[in-house]
């Protein structure tokens, strides 16, 4: 069977968007291809996929195996919501070019995932709020896969760069290869980036060391060899996390039995 190009909306509660399942306990639903297909949760504890409801009665579990979906686009709106629910009699259900979205962005996988037995997979686990991608890779360890990001709603940032936390709390810089900036839009305030497997990410303004320039004596005068310079200043300029620019000059005077005193 193919199911594509349909765009499906939820709003009521503990409904699904799609469900496979088997006629019965021992029949799986098995070798569809779902093509372009997007889903839309409005309302809270709804779920996007479902393998797991049999055709005829709730009570029973279904099985869903060997069935792949390319292009799908699962969009929470609500405040949870879960994307996937399978169990243990679901294989091998292959998801291709898979897009998790929510109102402050987006979360493209760039490799194939595929869902295996018995797994729910919610907000709780995978989530795009504002300024911060998470996936707890622990738990899904199948969504620790290569990623495009995309964040909204983060305008007038002048110098804005890529955080990582591997405990999900304490940011650092996350430099290439892991990261890579693809795109900024400060009017918009669409930030786009790739990474290579997940955590936390989230985009903060970054501060550049200041430019310094030598007023008198250069540093190659103030060698091991030479300290017998008097005067060393520095003056550099700088602006801090507020876009504040000042200027300071540092004096320095060279002691020929202590060093440099500043």
């Not at 969009?75 to 949870?80: L, Q, S």
Request: charged share 15%.
């Amino acid at each position: 069977n193919l199911i594509k190009n349909n765009i499906i909306t939820i709003n009521g509660s503990s409904s699904a968007g799609i469900v496979l399942a088997g006629s019965n306990e021992t029949t799986a639903a098995s070798s569809n291809v779902l093509l372009n297909n997007r889903v839309d949760l409005l309302a809270p504890s709804n779920r996007a996929i479902d393998f797991t409801f049999h055709q005829f009665d709730e009570s029973v579990d279904g099985n869903a195996s060997n069935n792949n979906f390319t292009n799908l686009r699962i969009n929470i709106y609500a405040i949870n919501g879960t994307y996937f629910r399978t169990n243990n009699g679901s294989t091998n259900n292959t998801f291709y070019n898979l897009t998790i979205g929510s109102l402050n962005g987006s979360l493209n996988f760039l490799q194939d995932i595929n869902l295996e037995f018995d797994s729910e997979i919610s907000t709780r686990e995978l989530v795009v709020s504002f300024n911060r991608s998470f996936i707890n890779s622990t738990d899904i360890g199948q969504f620790n896969k290569s990623a495009r990001i995309i964040l909204y709603n983060l305008t007038g940032l002048s110098n804005p760069g890529i955080r990582v936390a591997y405990n999900d709390s304490d940011f650092e810089v996350c430099p290439p290869p892991g990261c890579n900036t693809l795109d900024y839009n400060p009017t918009s305030g669409t930030f786009t980036f790739n990474v290579s497997h997940f955590t936390t990410y989230s985009i903060q303004e970054t501060n550049t060391a200041p430019q310094i320039t030598f007023l008198s004596q250069t540093p190659d005068t103030l060698t091991s060899r030479n300290l017998y310079a008097e005067h060393l200043v520095i003056n550099y300029s700088f602006v801090d996390t507020n876009l504040n620019a000042s200027t300071v000059e540092l004096f320095f005077k060279v002691n020929s039995t202590e060093g440099i005193d500043g």
